[in-house]
């Protein structure tokens, strides 16, 4: 086959993305086919002809429905999980000046289990054992957050026999029910928005809720109240570290329900993972920087006071919980020659300490 050749079907670039272990598949309008792979966004084909409107029009309509093709028509953009012979994927599809641009993450067929993920299990396994509260996962788009919560839920499945709600916007991962019993319901199909099915959650006596994104107001709201009245609720959110997550939770509410809003969160609040995929300096793939935040008293205390600045300083001392900062993890990473020394300062949050480290 010439590299040249625009293929008929969306179903072989994706077979090719996975193959070639890349999280995605981008195929735009103006631009060759690519792929990110290990974190990289790369063309598949270096000497590949952009693809022409005509192409990106050609392959939305060689997967998508009739229905899908009527609501991108009507709203400009769709984003759905698409079951292709060869496995599931997130796709997002968007008109944009030029043409079509379609992107699509790769779904694992697999749930990795915590083990497999890296996580630290002695401290991971009690914040899945709490009869309530919450447990939050941030990080950036394309950090693993899915992959982390999907694993929650996996152990959650086989540990506890309980009724396990997910809500989500698609389903990613398959849940097949083990211990528990499992309801996944994806938001447009199955319910209009995360805070209709929320709300509706709350009437189906679920013990753990998983909440695919937690992005306004009246979701966070209801997610907290549910954490409160005795549901394990799971949820993710975009932001970088510990402290930027509550600080993310608590501006999202009007000034002056703050100060009860601190109160419920330094109650209910059990653990926040936040993490990074960072490249390892072999090139062989990408490893897990994780920063990990267990409620104790004192993190509850600064929480409840508006603190949050001070976090940082309190998950130093409670490293006897697991508590590690994401600088922390870096270093450590580092230290092992697992990643370079460029990865480790750009991504770290204190640059100036960073530097410090270094010269030492």
Known sequence: ?????????????????????????????????AWRRFGQLSPIWEDHPPLTSQDTERLARSFLGTKEWDRLQKHGDIDFAYSAPNGRYRASVVKQRLGYDMAFRIINDKIKTLEDIGLPLEHILPLTRYQNGLVLVTGSVGSGKSTTLAALVDFINRDREDHILTLEDPIEYVFESK????????????TESFARALRGALREDPDVIMVGEMRDLETIQLALTAAETGHLVLGTLHTGNAPRTLDRVLDVFPTDQREQIRIMVSESLRGILSQQLVPRADGNGRV???ELLVNTPAVSNCIREGKTFMLPGVMQTGKNVGMITMDESLRQLYVKGIISREETLFRSDDKSQMKAFFES
Do not use: F, W
């Open 1 to 33: 086959m010439s590299t040249h050749q625009v293929l008929d079907h969306v179903d072989l670039y994706l077979q090719l993305g996975r193959d070639y272990e890349c999280s995605d598949v981008h195929l735009p309008t103006a631009y060759p086919p």
């Open 179 to 190: 211990g528990c019993h499992v309801n996944q319901r994806e938001v447009h199909k199955h």
């Open 288 to 290: 897990l920087a994780l």
